[in-house]
T-cell receptor, first 114, second 113 residues
Framework: DSGVTQTPKHLITATGQRVTLRCSPR?????VYWYQQSLDQGLQFLIQ???????AKGNILERFSAQQFPDLHSELNLSSLELGDSALYFC?????????????FGPGTRLLVL | DQQVKQNSPSLSVQEGRISILNCDYT??????FLWYKKYPAEGPTFLIS?????DKNEDGRFTVFLNKSAKHLSLHIVPSQPGDSAVYFC????????????FGKGTRLHILP
């Protein structure tokens, strides 16, 4: 158990819909990362937050957005969903957000868009 | 365009033998390299890392080798154990640029009894 929790574990929805994925980092970690893993793809970095502020942005679509709240939990919002958005979405956390630090990953949310 | 390539999608190794997982990268500016391991239905877990100032880092049964001129790194597992069966992701970072880590697509390692 990494200490990072993600809800829900599974999500099935239809094209055009909007969903919210939630992540609670490890106690004491200030930085949260979101990754997408599509079929046969590696982990694609989406976005990073540190103590409520966006720190780094990766290959995140404009239809996707995220935020980190004062209690440090984070939400990833996916809107106007398309079939290609079906993937595993991982959240990770680290203490201060440096690449030197170990990132602790949650178990992921599996999203299926029908 | 893939910046990190793990050209072997899968690898099977006999228990007790050495497992060697390979990774190539394209940008010589990358200066920090990591390996993560992932079991089914779990998130990836950090395994080992190496800075570009070194060419080898060892942690128990796991050793990572870095060949900067070839832009190649490898993970050696000796001896391989059944619990090592997992997907292994190579990852790289350019510390001078940002805090992003770029992952490869992974190699699925099967340890055979």
């Amino acid at each position: 158990d990494s200490g990072v929790t993600q809800t829900p574990k599974h999500l099935i929805t239809a094209t055009g819909q909007r969903v919210t994925l939630r992540c609670s980092p490890r106690s004491g970690d200030l930085s949260v990362y979101w990754y997408q893993q599509s079929l046969d793809q590696g982990l694609q970095f989406l976005i990073q937050y540190y103590n409520g502020e966006e720190r780094a942005k990766g290959n995140i679509l404009e239809r996707f957005s995220a935020q980190q709240f004062p209690d440090l939990h984070s939400e990833l919002n996916l809107s106007s969903l398309e079939l290609g958005d079906s993937a595993l979405y991982f959240c990770a956390s680290s203490v201060a957000g440096s690449v030197f630090e170990t990132q602790y990953f949650g178990p992921g949310t599996r999203l299926l868009v029908l | 365009d893939q910046q990190v390539k793990q050209n072997s999608p899968s690898l099977s190794v006999q228990e007790g033998r050495i497992s060697i997982l390979n990774c190539d990268y394209t940008n010589s500016m990358f200066d920090y390299f990591l390996w993560y391991k992932k079991y089914p239905a779990e998130g990836p877990t950090f395994l080992i890392s190496i800075s570009s100032i070194k060419d080898k880092n060892e942690d128990g049964r796991f050793t990572v080798f870095l060949n900067k001129s070839a832009k190649h790194l490898s993970l050696h597992i000796v001896p391989s154990q059944p619990g090592d069966s997992a997907v292994y992701f190579c990852a790289v970072a350019d510390r001078g640029r940002d805090d992003k880590i770029i992952f490869g697509k992974g190699t699925r390692l099967h340890i055979l009894p």
